[in-house]
Structure formats: C-alpha cells, structure tokens
C-alpha cells in the first residue's frame, strides 16, 4: 500500500511512496503526531537523483525490518532538498557542525519540537564502511529517547541556540574593499591544482562562482594567473570523463583528481553555470574550444532538459539500468559506458578505430580501480588524445579524423538512445530555470545565436505566467504535473532578478528590467534585514523552521544573498535607484568581516563586491539599433558594465541625427557620444 507520500508532487517523495516506512512529508500533521505520541522525529533529506539515496532506500527503507523499527519508534519524515532548500540547510548546518561533514541523503533525528539531536548522512543496514548500522542506530535512540529524553531535549534545545549563534550575521563594522579581492585570489592560487585544473583534490566538483571571480579579477587588475587558472580548470574538465563526450554537458563531479571517473548525474545548475564560464573564457580569449563547450551544453539541455512549454527539467539521474530486461536492476553510469566491443559493432572499422584512439577505449575497459565493480569490462570516454595527435598515430590528416568523429558521435548517440534512460527530475525549479535563463541570454550575446535568445525567452515567459503569483505579488518554488506551489525562496527571487537583467541586456525587452526591479523590490520586503543588513533565505512569516539563516556560502550554486546584492547593484546602477543601492551596502557592510577573513567560501559575492568597487561603466543605447555596436559591446569582457536604452532611462540621451547613437560613461558622467561601431569600440579599450 502506498504510503502518504504518494499524494506528493516531489519526484523524490513519489520514489518512496510504497517504502513499507509510514512516511510523512514535512509539515505540521507529522510533528503534531509525534507530540501527541511523544516520539522523535526520523528526518530523511535527499533528491531524486541522488545515488547514496537510492542505495539507502533499497537497503534501508525497503527492508521490513528496519522499516518496522522507524514506524514503531519515530515519526518518519522525507523532504526533497531542492523544493524546501530552507530545510535542508538548516538541518546540514547541524549536521556539518555536530560530525564535520555533511552531504545526502542526511539523516537527523529531531525532538517533536524540530530540534535536531543527532545527525548523519548515509548509514549502511549493518556496520559497514565504519559508520554504524542504521537498525542499531535506530535500537540505541529509540532507547536513549525512553531512558534519557530529557539529556536529549536539552541537547536539542542547546543545539539550536549554538547553531542560531553560528549563523548569526551582523556587521563588526569592517567595510570590506580590494584587499578582500586580493586575500581571496591568493587563497584560490594556493588550492589550485597546477597539473589537473580545478581547486583542491579529489572528488573534484565544479563550483563556477570562482570561475565568476577570477575572470572578473583578472578583467579589473591584468593579472593572467587568475585567468589562466580558469582556462586550465576549463580545458581538462571538458577532457575528461566528467564531460558526456558525444552528448554533451557535464555531470555532477569527479571521484578523482583527474576529471576522469565522474558521478554521472546531470544538474540543470551546473549546466547553466558552467556554459556561462565557458562563454565568458570565450570572450577573453576568442578561443573556439570554450565556444564548442558551451554550445555543446546548450544541445545538451534544449535536447534532453526542455519541457513542451520551454521550462527547463532539473536532473537526470547517475543511475539507469544496464539491461532493459531488468529497468529495476540499476547501476551508476549504465547509460553512458561503452564496451569495445558495442563500439565496433556500431561503427564501421576504420571509424571505430579512429574514435576509439581518441577517447581512449581498451579491451578491458579503461577504470583501473573499480570498488563496486559497476565499470568492470566498459570504458569511460575521455578525450585521451587530440584530434592532431589522433590523426598522427593513425597516418591521417585532422581533417579525414574530425569528420570521421562527428559521424561515429551521432551514430553512438543512435546506439545510445535505444538503452533505458536515466530517471529525469522533471519538476520545474525557478531558481535553477533562472540560471539558465542568464547562461542563454549570455549564449545570445556573445555567439550571436538566435535560438538561445528564444529558448530564454520562452523560459522566462513560463516563469512569468506560471510560477509569479500576481495575486499575492510572490514568486513560487516549484512547478510539476499541473500544480504551481512552495513560496519563493531568497533563490528564486535573487537568481531571477538576475536572469531578467541579463535578458533585457540581450534584447532590450523593458519587460524583463521592469519585472525585474518588481523582484528586487519584493525580495527587500521579505527578506531584508534593515537593522542589521543582508538577507534570510526565507520569509519571516515561515513558522515551520527552528532557525531563519542568512545563507552566504557560494557552493555548486551561488547563494541568494550573493547573487541578490549584485542584482541590487546592477539595477542602482541602471535606475540610479538609492533604495536598491542602499540594500546592497548593507548586505557588503554585514558580510564584510567573512569577505575579508574567508573570501574563499564567497566568491559570487566578491563578485558583488568587485563591482561595486571597481570602475564602473553605463553604455547607453540612442537611436535606431545597429547590430554593428552591438556585436562591438559583446566582443569584450565588460562585468562592470551595465547596457541601456536610451528611451528606458530617466536622463534624456539624444540620437545624434537620428542615427544610431552609443554613450559610454562612468558613474553617470559620459564622453562624446559615438556615432559608429568603430568609434564605440575606441572607447570600449580605454
């Protein structure tokens, strides 16, 4: 029998719908239930696809057993990470506090009264991987809580006040400035990986908010180590086996130092971001590798990722089934591992010789250390030789070695397409779609591509009409199956302020500026702090939460407060608005005294910062629309510009002669207007 998550809309609440556990979804029915019982709360965080939940739920939540204990002992709830992230990130801050780790699915035991008592992440059946068994676990606090409940309320009474004195946000009074720039760049020069790329060692995981900062850092000062940091982390990641080499975009992270072995699921967020740092490479640098990458994590994401209404899905699943015979018998990567084999029997001989050289197949397969044994026999692709090189060692020009790849890529897709796929996420994520939004809008700018503009405006339009509250004037969380629900968190308003300037910045919609000052202003109202600056994550009306937390960390996404001070910033500097310019000061002022000691953990927020502090710049628009100034514009890297119509702005800015018209200025002061792209682009290098 279906438990009470099958009422849900969550893709991962409805995975444990028929789990024999009595789960609740987050809400006051389950707490009431355990006040009037008078038992702990069992709190089970994840995400649809993510695999150590899977490997829990076969072997945790499907078993009777187990189940028996959670259903007799505890109140058993189940939260999908990516609908409540206020949840979650109160939860993983104990977690992280109490054990120095944290990660998904996490476990916490909570008092009737949301206080968490003791936390974990996965925990194996039985003592295993020297973490404990969760039946015993389970057996040792069902008797703690009968023998001890009042140590344990205490505990989770004291845990809330220290978390709650953790998180605690306010001003020491130091204004952060350019030595907090410097401070971070050092600290990403001393983690940076100068044979591999990326920050640190393995598991390896993107997080292009540092990307952000370093090719912003170098644009303000010409120091080419922070750039070329970004290029190296840029140019292996897309060698390795963490890029889907024949469909594109990349996957969630990397088990070793190399790129090469990935956990193969697919995050609309890091497909948004990275395409970003991809384009913006390519606009520094004009080099074409970093254009084929983010092209290749557009067709990825407008193939497999678009929804009928032009949203955009959240995830696919590292997980799928090998066989089609067995759908329930699933491993990591089935989807995209090859056997020599499959590959000569798809392609024609000199085609599969070509390609395997390239993306460096072996009889055997080609994972030397495989403890699950879930690679055995199958090869991951990497590019482990260039095209130059392939075509080298096979006696053959580049151009005979490209042509043969491209046909061997589409007809593996063909062979590929025919295995059962990934489980897809399919609900719809404002925040996430906002992202993507901003990373198609940057496609159209600096590739001159159509279709990125569409498949954004399109997006944004989807937003507008289905997940923008007009009655209410609120943004909602989460779209799925009909139903548009969760308010907005500081995410979605921040990541979609954002999202909308850089679509009016692309197509001069008045729209998208308009809509996204509504937001902006909205976001101040729900979430500001105007006593003690900054922004919660949540509204003050949210009761369901023992703490409201100021989230600041820039991770594999950037944080709500990072990305709405730099709308606020942007949009002062377009209206002249003080209101929005005096909301972005104080969040600086409150997070100054972590951007000057930890920059590092906040690196989209020294993007803010850099903008605020560097030189800045409005280029106005008069006059009829000339392709020729704007692609002058787009061809350089300008962060700390903003970009107007003159007919949108309260200061009149004449056409000269009713002609296409360009005014480059800096705070608010502008030189002689230009009246040709090739004057504008003078004044562009200055």
Known sequence: MPNRLAREKSPYLLQHAHNPVEWY???????????????????????????????????????????????????SIKVDREERPDVDRVYMLFVQAATGAGGWPMSVFLTPDRKPFFGGTYFPPDNRYGRPGFGSLLENLARAWQGDRERILETGANAVVQLRDYADVSSDGAQAGKNALDSAYNAFRRM????????????????????????????????????????????????????????????????????????????????????????????????????????????????????????????????????????????????????????????????????RARFGVEDNGNVAEDPHGEFRGRNILYQARSIEETASSLGLRPEEVRESLNHSAQRLMQVRAARPRPHLDDKVLTAWNALMISALAKG?????????????????????????????????????DGEAAIDGFLDDYA???????????????????????????????????????????????SEDLVLRLKDDYDGAEPSGNSLMVLALLRLARMTDREDFRAAAGRALKAFGARLNS?????????????????????????????????????????????????????????????????????????????ANAEALEQQLVQ
């Open 25 to 75: 979804p987050w809400g006051d029915e389950a707490f009431a239930k355990a006040e009037r019982e008078n038992k702990p709360v069992f709190l089970s965080v994840g995400y649809s696809t993510c695999h150590w939940c899977h490997v829990m739920e076969r072997e945790s939540f499907e078993n009777e057993e187990i189940a028996s204990l959670l259903n007799e002992h505890f109140v």
């Open 192 to 355: 940076f990986d100068p044979r591999m790329g990326g920050f640190g060692g393995a598991p390896k995981f993107p997080r292009p908010s540092v990307h952000n900062f370093l090719l912003r850092y170098y644009a303000s000062t010409g120091n080419e180590d922070a750039l070329a940091m970004v290029l190296q982390t840029l140019r292996e990641m897309a060698r390795g086996g963490m890029n889907d080499q024949i469909g594109g975009g990349f996957h969630r992270y990397s088990v070793d130092e190399r790129w090469f072995v990935p956990h193969f699921e697919k995050m609309l967020y890091d497909q948004a971001q990275l395409a970003i740092s991809c384009l913006e490479a390519f606009q520094i640098t004009r080099d074409g590798q970093y254009a084929a990458s983010a092209r290749a994590i557009f067709d990825y994401v407008l193939r497999d990722l678009a929804n009928a209404d032009g949203a955009f899905f959240s995830a696919e699943d590292a997980d799928s089934a090998p066989d089609p015979e067995r759908p329930r018998e699933k491993s990591e990567g089935a989807f995209y591992l090859w056997s020599k084999a499959e590959i000569d029997d798809a392609l024609a001989p000199p085609d599969a010789q070509i390609f």
């Open 444 to 480: 159209a700018q600096i590739l001159g591509e159509a279709r990125y503009l569409d498949a954004a405006r399109a997006a944004a339009s989807f937003l507008r009409r289905v997940l923008f509250d007009e009655s209410r004037n609120v943004l909602l969380r989460r779209y799925r």
């Open 495 to 541: 990541f979609l302020a954002n999202a909308l300037i850089d679509l009016y910045e692309t197509s001069f919609e008045p729209q998208d500026f308009q809509f996204a000052a509504r937001l902006a202003e909205r976001a101040i109202e729900l979430f500001g702090d105007p006593e003690n600056g900054g922004f919660f994550s949540t509204r003050a009306a």
């Open 598 to 674: 930890a920059g590092a953990g906040l690196p989209q927020m020294l993007v803010a910062l850099e903008f605020a502090v560097g030189r800045p710049r409005e280029i106005v628009l008069a006059g009829p629309s000339d392709p020729g100034m704007l692609a002058a514009i787009r061809r350089h890297f300008l962060p700390n510009a903003v970009i107007l119509r003159a007919e949108q702005i309260a200061r009149p800015m004449p056409a000269l002669d009713g002609k296409a018209t360009a005014y480059v200025c800096e705070n608010y002061a502008c030189r002689l207007p230009a």
